[in-house]
């Protein structure tokens, strides 16, 4: 009896470790359909803010599966890691986009489009956000001191739009950057020296920056 109780033993618990995976799997696959629902519900939402061609060019978002829609690709996970929808025609704001729903993006490029008003400061909500691209749009008002917050960013461009104000002076914070594009806005104000500090930064772009181009002038080199 000594040596067929273990036996018996673990019979009874084969059942009960398989219930337990099952579930593990069941709640695991609930949570990414949860999230993937989520994003999808979000993505929707934006869209339908924006008019009607730029929705016909975006005809395949639909449904709930995000990560087979035109310039969308997911992780592992199912969750939006690339929004990428560079020359596609967006006509509207980004002031719907609900940001705090896509904690797992990557890349956010929207560049050569048509989108207006100003940078929502909530886009800090992209926590691991390394690259943001929304240059060549018409964008306008300032800069969100809140970009300086991803600090995960490694390229960041914005350049060919309306933007003004100045650079903010937290921008010091992006130790991540590498590249650090705003040339062709309607800036003022000098550029902080806190910018030629980041430890990473190799290009800076900023001609045509400032609407006074007397004032254009730059950080110290030092590293770079």
């Not at 995960?152 to 350049?159: A, C, D, T, V």
């Amino acid at each position: 009896m000594v040596f067929v109780f273990p036996t018996l033993l673990s019979m009874k618990l084969k059942p009960l470790l398989m219930l337990l995976v099952i579930l593990f799997c069941a709640f695991s696959h609930y949570d990414a359909a949860s999230s993937s629902d989520s994003e999808a519900n979000a993505l929707l939402k934006w869209k339908g803010s924006l008019d009607s061609h730029s929705q016909s060019s975006l005809s395949s978002w639909n449904g709930t599966n995000p990560c087979i829609w035109r310039g969308i690709e997911c992780d592992d996970s199912h969750s939006v890691s690339h929004l990428n929808l560079t020359r596609v025609g967006l006509k509207g704001t980004l002031q719907t986009f609900n940001f705090s729903l896509f904690p797992n993006i990557l890349v956010l490029n929207m560049s050569f489009n048509f989108l207006s008003g100003s940078i929502p400061p909530l886009i800090e909500q992209l926590s691991n956000l390394n690259t943001l691209d929304l240059s060549k749009n018409n964008l306008s008002g300032s800069i969100p001191k809140t970009i300086c917050n991803l600090s995960k960013l490694k390229y960041l461009n914005l350049g060919v739009n309306g933007l003004s104000g100045s650079i903010p002076n937290e921008v010091g914070h992006l130790q991540s950057l590498i590249t650090f594009d705003i040339y062709n806005n309607n800036l003022s104000g000098s550029i902080p020296p806190t910018l030629g500090t980041l430890p990473l930064l190799e290009l800076i772009h900023l001609y045509r920056s400032f609407e006074d181009s007397s004032r254009e002038t730059y950080p110290p080199c030092g590293h770079m």
